[in-house]
């Protein structure tokens, strides 16, 4: 067993796949529409202006489809994983760019240097924060996950809960 195997931390790794798969169903039905989610190891909350009717149906839908296989639904492209990967890996370059400059007039001589450090950064960690969620974050499997509930907790905001 290792720590992502830890139940509460499996149970989490799972919402969020759920959550995510949600978030790609919710995102074909309403394009327009702004969404974000947060998991817990009983359920996640799923941040936007959907119906209930609508998220109930999506959040059935999402785990029909984890439970058939579509691991690949499981990584989102907004998913906070890769916004802090990105940010971790241009703020270290960055930060190694600026060495031990001590002066403001040194340290602005640098920054056409440290910005150029900073996007290479940026793009170098682009594949690693989706392969952190199908790896880390999430666990693509559902095995026994059972949706709860799916009920608005206050306007744009509803909480999804979990069993398993």
């Given at each position: 067993?290792?720590?992502?195997d830890l139940?509460?931390?499996?149970?989490?790794?799972?919402?969020?796949?759920?959550?995510?798969?949600?978030?790609?169903?919710?995102?074909?039905?309403?394009?327009?529409?702004?969404?974000?989610?947060?998991?817990?190891?009983?359920?996640?909350?799923?941040l936007g202006?959907?119906?209930?009717?609508?998220?109930?149906?999506?959040?059935?839908?999402?785990?029909?489809?984890?439970?058939?296989?579509?691991?690949?639904?499981?990584?989102?492209?907004?998913?906070?994983?890769?916004?802090?990967?990105?940010?971790?890996?241009?703020?270290?370059?960055?930060?190694?760019?600026?060495?031990?400059?001590?002066?403001?007039?040194?340290?602005?001589?640098?920054?056409?240097?440290?910005?150029?450090?900073?996007?290479?950064?940026?793009?170098?960690?682009?594949?690693?924060?989706?392969?952190?969620?199908?790896?880390?974050?999430?666990?693509?499997?559902?095995?026994?996950?059972?949706?709860?509930?799916?009920?608005?907790?206050?306007?744009?905001?509803?909480?999804?809960?979990?069993?398993?």
């Amino acid at each position: 067993m290792t720590l992502l195997d830890l139940p509460l931390i499996l149970e989490t790794r799972r919402n969020h796949a759920l959550e995510h798969a949600t978030l790609h169903i919710l995102g074909q039905r309403f394009p327009r529409q702004r969404l974000g989610g947060h998991s817990n190891p009983t359920g996640f909350f799923i941040l936007g202006n959907v119906p209930t009717a609508a998220l109930r149906e999506a959040v059935v839908q999402a785990l029909t489809r984890l439970q058939s296989g579509e691991r690949h639904l499981a990584v989102h492209p907004g998913c906070g994983t890769n916004y802090a990967v990105s940010g971790l890996f241009a703020g270290l370059l960055a930060w190694l760019g600026m060495g031990n400059a001590r002066s403001g007039r040194e340290r602005l001589a640098r920054l056409p240097f440290v910005v150029v450090l900073a996007t290479i950064g940026f793009i170098l960690s682009q594949p690693l924060g989706p392969a952190l969620q199908a790896r880390v974050t999430t666990e693509a499997d559902p095995a026994d996950l059972t949706i709860v509930d799916v009920y608005p907790v206050w306007p744009g905001v509803h909480r999804v809960v979990t069993r398993g």
